[in-house]
C-alpha cells in the first residue's frame, strides 16, 4: 500500500468506490451493456430536473471559483448559447507558465500515489459529476446546442461511462504487471539466484486536454480520466464556446483532489476569449508530454507535426459511408437513416455523410427501387420524422456555430448539387432565439468530377448526399477510397447478399474502419455504448486512438523495473 492509499479519505474511496471499479474492468472483457450511471433523467429524483436548471441558472452572470489556481484576478469568457443568450459566465484567467509550474510541484505526489488511489480518486470525481448530471445536461446544451434529452445523455451519464472506461483500462494496464515478483533462477548443485524485482508505472508528465466545441465532455473524458488515473496531471483548454462543462469537471476534481489530501493544481483550467491561441502555445512546451485533441484536421494535423515531444491523441474530420444494395425491411431501413441523419442536425463525427446508392436500385421486401425512389423516400421519411416543430427541435437541437449554419445555407442555395430535400428553419416556442434547421439531402453521382468536389471531403452539420453508383461493387470500393483517403469514425450497410456482406467486412478491416450492418431498430449508427463498441479505430486519418482500448492508456506511463538480490 501506498502512502497516498493510507490516507483515511483515499482509503475510504478505495473501499467505496472498489466494486464500481472491479466491475467496470470485467465489462471491458465481456462487452455486453453495463453502466453505474442511469441514463434516464427521473433516476436523479423527482426534483432533479428542476435543481439542475436552477444550478445552471445561479451559473449565469457568475465566475466560476478554481480555488488555489494561479492566477492574476482577471477574467475571461463569453459564451453564447446556440439557442440565444449570452452565458455571461466567466474564468479566472491564468499564465501558461504558472499553471505549469504549479501543475510540475503537485506533480510528484500524485505520480507515487499508485494505480488503485488514483483510480479511486477518479471514480469519485465522476461519483459527484454523475450527481449534478441535469446541471451538467444544462451546461453542455447551452454551449452545444444539443437538445436537452441528448445533453443530458450523451454530456451526462454516456461521457461518465467513456471516463469510467478509461479509469479501468488504465487501471487494468497498470496492474497487469505485480507490483512486486520473486525470482529465482536454479544453479545446479550451487545456490539458485534470487532476486526480488519491483515494477513500477511511471507516468510520461504533464497532459494537455484540447476539448471540442459539440461534445466537450463526451469526447473530453476519455482523455482527461485517461492521463490522471495513469498518474499526470491535466490541464484542461475548452474551446472557448463551450467553456463551462469542463470548467465544471475542473472545479470538481480539484475539490475532490484536495479532499484527498492531494495539490489541486494536479487539474487545472487555461480559459481563454474567442480567438485565443493558447492551446497552440501549451501544446509546444517541452513540459506537455500527452495530449488529447478533438476538432479541426488542420490543427490536428498541426499538434501531429509540431508538438514532438509530447505522444498526441487526435480525433479530426472524416467522411462518414452508407451503402445501401438490399435490405428485408425497407421502412425499417428509411426510418433508421431518417434518423440518424437528422440526430443534433448532422453536428456528430459519426453521423453518415454520403449515401451510396447503385444506379440499377435497390432490392427490397417492398420489389424493387430506384435510386430516384431511393431518395424520395428517405426524403420524406425526414419530412414525417420533422414534420411537428416541437418534436423537431427536441432531436435537431440548434446550430452550434455559423459554419456549420453556412453549409446548410449554400446547400439549400443548390450549391452542392440538386436538393432531394430542402433545409427548413424550425421554430422553437421555448428558445425562439435558436437557429435551427433540417437536414439537406444532395444528389450527387459518383461519376461526375464537380459532383465528387461536394461530397468526397467533410461537409459537417446536416447536409447528406445520396451518391449515384454505377453497382454494389462500385460502392463498396468508394466506401473503403473514402476511409483510406478522408477517414471515417463509422461505416454502415445495408444487404441480404452474404457475398456482398463479406465484401463489406472485408473492405471495413482493410481500410480501418468499424462497421454497422442492417441497422433497422433502436440502435443507429451514430451512436456507440461505452464498454462495448469502440468509438474509432485508429487505423485510418480520422482518429489515431480509439475510445477505449489498451492502446489508448497503455502509453500514457512507462513502467520501471527495481531489482535487488534477496
Same mark, same amino acid.
Given at each position: 500500500?501506498?502512502?497516498?492509499?493510507?490516507?483515511? #479519505? $483515499?482509503?475510504?474511496?478505495?473501499?467505496?468506490?472498489?466494486?464500481?471499479?472491479?466491475?467496470?474492468?470485467?465489462?471491458? *472483457?465481456?462487452?455486453?451493456?453495463?453502466?453505474?450511471?442511469?441514463?434516464?433523467?427521473?433516476?436523479?429524483?423527482?426534483?432533479?430536473?428542476?435543481?439542475?436548471?436552477?444550478?445552471?441558472?445561479?451559473?449565469?452572470?457568475?465566475?466560476?471559483?478554481?480555488?488555489?489556481?494561479?492566477?492574476?484576478? @482577471?477574467?475571461? *469568457?463569453?459564451?453564447?448559447?446556440?439557442?440565444?443568450?449570452?452565458?455571461?459566465?466567466?474564468?479566472?484567467?491564468?499564465?501558461?507558465?504558472?499553471?505549469?509550474?504549479?501543475?510540475?510541484?503537485?506533480?510528484?505526489?500524485?505520480?507515487?500515489?499508485?494505480?488503485?488511489?488514483?483510480?479511486?480518486?477518479?471514480?469519485?470525481?465522476?461519483?459527484?459529476?454523475?450527481?449534478?448530471?441535469?446541471?451538467?445536461?444544462?451546461?453542455?446544451?447551452?454551449?452545444?446546442?444539443?437538445?436537452?434529452?441528448?445533453?443530458?445523455?450523451?454530456?451526462?451519464?454516456?461521457?461518465?461511462?467513456? *471516463?469510467?472506461?478509461?479509469?479501468?483500462?488504465?487501471?487494468?494496464?497498470?496492474?497487469?504487471?505485480?507490483?512486486?515478483?520473486?525470482?529465482?533462477?536454479?544453479?545446479?548443485?550451487?545456490?539458485?539466484?534470487?532476486?526480488?524485482?519491483?515494477?513500477?508505472?511511471?507516468? %510520461?508528465?504533464?497532459?494537455?486536454?484540447?476539448?471540442?466545441?459539440?461534445?466537450?465532455?463526451?469526447?473530453?473524458?476519455?482523455?482527461?480520466?485517461?492521463?490522471?488515473?495513469?498518474?499526470?496531471?491535466?490541464?484542461?483548454?475548452?474551446?472557448?464556446?463551450?467553456?463551462?462543462?469542463?470548467?465544471?469537471?475542473?472545479?470538481?476534481?480539484?475539490? #475532490?483532489?484536495?479532499?484527498?489530501?492531494?495539490?489541486?493544481?494536479?487539474?487545472?483550467?487555461?480559459?481563454?476569449?474567442?480567438? *485565443?491561441?493558447?492551446?497552440?502555445?501549451?501544446?509546444?512546451?517541452?513540459?506537455?508530454?500527452?495530449?488529447?485533441?478533438?476538432?479541426?484536421?488542420?490543427?490536428?494535423?498541426?499538434?501531429?507535426?509540431?508538438?514532438?515531444?509530447?505522444?498526441?491523441?487526435?480525433?479530426?474530420?472524416?467522411?462518414?459511408?452508407?451503402?445501401?444494395?438490399?435490405?428485408?425491411?425497407?421502412?425499417?431501413?428509411?426510418?433508421?437513416?431518417?434518423?440518424?441523419?437528422?440526430?443534433? @442536425?448532422?453536428?456528430?463525427?459519426?453521423?453518415?455523410?454520403?449515401?451510396?446508392?447503385? %444506379?440499377?436500385?435497390?432490392?427490397?421486401?417492398?420489389?424493387?427501387?430506384?435510386?430516384?425512389? $431511393?431518395?424520395?423516400?428517405?426524403?420524406?421519411?425526414?419530412?414525417?420524422?420533422?414534420?411537428?416543430?416541437?418534436?423537431?427541435?427536441?432531436?435537431?437541437?440548434?446550430?452550434?456555430?455559423?459554419?456549420?449554419?453556412?453549409?446548410?445555407?449554400?446547400?439549400?442555395?443548390?450549391?452542392?448539387?440538386?436538393?432531394?430535400?430542402?433545409?427548413?428553419?424550425?421554430?422553437?416556442?421555448?428558445?425562439?432565439?435558436?437557429?435551427?434547421?433540417?437536414?439537406?439531402?444532395?444528389?450527387?453521382?459518383?461519376?461526375?468530377?464537380?459532383?465528387?468536389?461536394?461530397?468526397?471531403?467533410?461537409?459537417?452539420?446536416?447536409?447528406?448526399?445520396?451518391?449515384?453508383?454505377?453497382?454494389?461493387?462500385?460502392?463498396?470500393?468508394?466506401?473503403?477510397?473514402?476511409?483510406?483517403?478522408?477517414?471515417?469514425?463509422?461505416?454502415?450497410?445495408?444487404? $441480404?447478399?452474404?457475398?456482398?456482406?463479406?465484401?463489406?467486412?472485408?473492405?471495413?478491416?482493410?481500410?480501418?474502419? @468499424?462497421?454497422?450492418?442492417?441497422?433497422?431498430?433502436?440502435?443507429?449508427?451514430?451512436?456507440?455504448?461505452?464498454? @462495448?463498441?469502440?468509438?474509432?479505430?485508429?487505423?485510418?486519418?480520422?482518429?489515431?486512438?480509439?475510445?477505449?482500448?489498451?492502446?489508448?492508456?497503455?502509453? %500514457?506511463?512507462?513502467?520501471?523495473?527495481?531489482?535487488?538480490?534477496?
Amino acid at each position: 500500500m501506498t502512502a497516498a492509499a493510507s490516507h483515511p #479519505v $483515499v482509503a475510504e474511496l478505495i473501499e467505496r468506490h472498489q466494486a464500481t471499479l472491479t466491475r467496470a474492468v470485467e465489462a471491458t *472483457g465481456s462487452r455486453d451493456y453495463w453502466s453505474p450511471y442511469p441514463e434516464f433523467p427521473k433516476a436523479y429524483g423527482e426534483t432533479g430536473q428542476a435543481d439542475g436548471q436552477a444550478a445552471f441558472e445561479a451559473l449565469l452572470g457568475s465566475t466560476v471559483a478554481l480555488e488555489g489556481q494561479p492566477g492574476d484576478g @482577471s477574467t475571461v *469568457g463569453g459564451e453564447t448559447s446556440p439557442y440565444g443568450p449570452e452565458l455571461g459566465v466567466r474564468y479566472p484567467k491564468a499564465e501558461a507558465e504558472a499553471l505549469i509550474g504549479a501543475m510540475e510541484q503537485a506533480r510528484p505526489a500524485w505520480a507515487a500515489a499508485g494505480p488503485q488511489a488514483r483510480a479511486a480518486v477518479s471514480l469519485e470525481i465522476l461519483a459527484r459529476i454523475n450527481a449534478r448530471s441535469h446541471e451538467f445536461a444544462h451546461a453542455v446544451m447551452h454551449t452545444t446546442g444539443q437538445a436537452y434529452g441528448m445533453a443530458f445523455q450523451a454530456g451526462g451519464p454516456h461521457a461518465q461511462d467513456r *471516463g469510467l472506461e478509461a479509469v479501468a483500462y488504465a487501471y487494468a494496464e497498470q496492474t497487469r504487471l505485480p507490483a512486486q515478483a520473486q525470482w529465482t533462477k536454479p544453479q545446479g548443485k550451487r545456490d539458485p539466484l534470487s532476486m526480488v524485482k519491483e515494477f513500477v508505472p511511471v507516468p %510520461r508528465g504533464l497532459a494537455l486536454l484540447v476539448g471540442c466545441n459539440t461534445f466537450p465532455t463526451w469526447n473530453g473524458y476519455p482523455g482527461l480520466f485517461a492521463s490522471l488515473a495513469t498518474g499526470n496531471p491535466v490541464l484542461v483548454k475548452p474551446h472557448p464556446r463551450a467553456t463551462l462543462p469542463l470548467a465544471l469537471t475542473v472545479q470538481i476534481a480539484r475539490e #475532490v483532489l484536495a479532499e484527498a489530501g492531494f495539490d489541486p493544481n494536479l487539474v487545472t483550467l487555461a480559459a481563454e476569449d474567442e480567438g *485565443g491561441t493558447l492551446a497552440a502555445t501549451l501544446a509546444v512546451r517541452p513540459e506537455i508530454k500527452l495530449i488529447d485533441y478533438t476538432g479541426s484536421t488542420q490543427f490536428g494535423d498541426w499538434l501531429e507535426e509540431n508538438a514532438k515531444q509530447a505522444l498526441v491523441y487526435t480525433e479530426k474530420a472524416g467522411v462518414n459511408s452508407v451503402v445501401i444494395e438490399s435490405t428485408d425491411n425497407y421502412r425499417g431501413m428509411l426510418a433508421n437513416l431518417a434518423f440518424a441523419l437528422s440526430l443534433y @442536425s448532422g453536428q456528430m463525427c459519426t453521423t453518415p455523410q454520403n449515401v451510396l446508392i447503385p %444506379r440499377t436500385g435497390v432490392r427490397t421486401d417492398e420489389g424493387g427501387k430506384s435510386y430516384d425512389e $431511393v431518395s424520395a423516400d428517405l426524403a420524406h421519411a425526414i419530412e414525417k420524422l420533422l414534420g411537428d416543430d416541437a418534436r423537431a427541435a427536441a432531436l435537431l437541437g440548434a446550430v452550434v456555430n455559423p459554419g456549420v449554419l453556412g453549409r446548410s445555407v449554400r446547400a439549400a442555395e443548390g450549391e452542392y448539387g440538386e436538393l432531394a430535400l430542402a433545409p427548413r428553419a424550425v421554430s422553437s416556442e421555448e428558445f425562439p432565439g435558436a437557429t435551427i434547421r433540417t437536414p439537406a439531402l444532395v444528389k450527387v453521382d459518383a461519376d461526375k468530377p464537380d459532383d465528387r468536389t461536394a461530397f468526397a471531403g467533410e461537409c459537417f452539420g446536416p447536409v447528406s448526399f445520396l451518391v449515384a453508383v454505377e453497382s454494389a461493387e462500385a460502392a463498396v470500393e468508394l466506401l473503403a477510397r473514402t476511409v483510406r483517403e478522408q477517414g471515417a469514425m463509422t461505416a454502415s450497410a445495408y444487404t $441480404v447478399d452474404a457475398e456482398v456482406e463479406a465484401a463489406l467486412v472485408a473492405a471495413a478491416l482493410d481500410s480501418g474502419v @468499424s462497421l454497422s450492418l442492417n441497422l433497422t431498430g433502436g440502435v443507429y449508427p451514430n451512436q456507440t455504448a461505452a464498454f @462495448s463498441d469502440l468509438h474509432g479505430t485508429g487505423a485510418n486519418p480520422a482518429a489515431n486512438a480509439a475510445y477505449c482500448d489498451g492502446a489508448f492508456v497503455a502509453s %500514457r506511463f512507462r513502467t520501471v523495473e527495481v531489482r535487488r538480490h534477496n
